[in-house]
């Protein structure tokens, strides 16, 4: 079992920005291939970011590219996302989740990540 605990959701004005973790309970964190997902009220979750298990391997959805950062700490067990130029498109429940079944490259589909954090939210004012 891995548990993923997301935080630092918020509130932040237009142009703003925000660092969100996933803090993961399992002593083979290096071992997976990690992924931000969001999803906005009434649409789909759809894919963010997607890093592999080493943080050399990264991949963002056009509309974050520029914008969004991923990153991983193997040491601390915890995967990043820095969100820069926040706009309120952005507004929705950010989750991170953990594919344990391969640490190698990234991968868009959801359904290919066997845990999922419970979600933080993040609210971009206009």
């Known amino acids: 079992q891995v548990r993923l605990v997301e935080s630092g959701g918020g509130l932040v004005q237009a142009r703003g920005s925000l660092r969100l973790s996933c803090a993961a309970s399992?002593?083979?964190?290096?071992?997976?291939?990690m992924g931000w997902f969001r999803q906005a009220p009434g649409k789909e979750r759809e894919f963010v970011a997607g890093i592999n298990w080493s943080g050399g391997v990264t991949y963002y959805t056009d509309s974050v590219k520029g914008r969004f950062t991923i990153s991983r700490d193997n040491a601390k067990n915890t995967l990043y996302l820095q969100m820069n130029s926040l706009k309120p498109e952005d507004t929705a429940v950010y989750y991170c989740a953990a594919d344990t079944t391969t640490a190698w490259g990234v991968s868009e589909n959801p359904k290919e990540y066997n845990y999922w954090g419970q979600g933080t939210q993040v609210t971009v004012s206009s």
């Open positions: 399992t002593r083979t964190f290096s071992s997976y291939r």
